[in-house]
């Protein structure tokens, strides 16, 4: 076996996976204050649904970044 095995992501991805769930995560509970019925208000239908996009985006980026070799 190789000892010197890379791994596939380097530090900077991961940090970026990781900023990327804490922002889905806090998309997810925003959606989850929404007081209005069935989530129909601010929070339920634009808040929310806008900062977990924007998760999903970091976590693309995380995946796709190429770390400097």
Do not use: C, W
């Not at 596939?8 to 509970?29: D, Q, S």
């Amino acid at each position: 076996m190789e000892k010197n095995k890379k791994l596939p992501f380097g530090k900077r991805n991961y940090m970026l996976m990781l900023g990327g769930l804490i922002t889905l995560i806090i998309g997810f509970v925003i959606m989850g204050l929404d007081s209005e019925p069935f989530g129909f208000g601010f929070l339920g239908l634009t808040l929310g649904p806008i900062v977990v996009m924007a998760g999903f985006i970091i976590e693309i980026v995380a995946i796709l970044h190429n770390p400097k070799q």
